[in-house]
Nanobody, 125 residues
């Protein structure tokens, strides 16, 4: 399973960015999808997940500001990030779980199977 990311870049605090991830065709039917992020010196943190039934869940730190969504036609996964803060700066990863398996919690990063190449998000003050 190949996950190819695009988007990211630099933005000032309070601004918005959208991350995109090309997932396998039809993946929304079989894979739990998510976004993680990592800052230097820290482990990867789960940010948002999207279950095959459309259920979403978010880390407390991004609730109300970030939104995960998918386009079932193009098989693109998105992360819309609004009201960005300097602490949101990180390398963001598009992630998929094991095919047909329940969604792992965002806190259990080792249970997520496939990872995109990562994309840098920088937030300046």
């Amino acid at each position: 399973v190949q996950l190819v990311q695009s988007g990211g870049g630099s933005v000032r605090a309070g601004g918005s960015l959208t991350l995109s991830c090309k997932t396998p065709e039809g993946s929304w039917m079989n894979y739990c999808l998510a976004w993680f992020r990592q800052v230097p010196g820290k482990g990867r943190e789960g940010v948002a997940l999207l279950r095959t039934d459309g259920y979403t869940n978010y880390a407390d730190s991004v609730k109300g500001r970030f939104a995960i969504s998918k386009d079932n036609v193009t098989s693109n996964l998105y992360l819309q990030m609004n009201s960005l803060k300097p602490e949101d700066a990180a390398v963001y990863y598009c992630v998929a779980g094991f095919e047909g398996h329940p969604c792992p919690p965002l806190t259990r990063r080792s249970d997520w199977r496939y990872w995109g190449q990562g994309t840098q998000v920088t937030v300046s003050t």
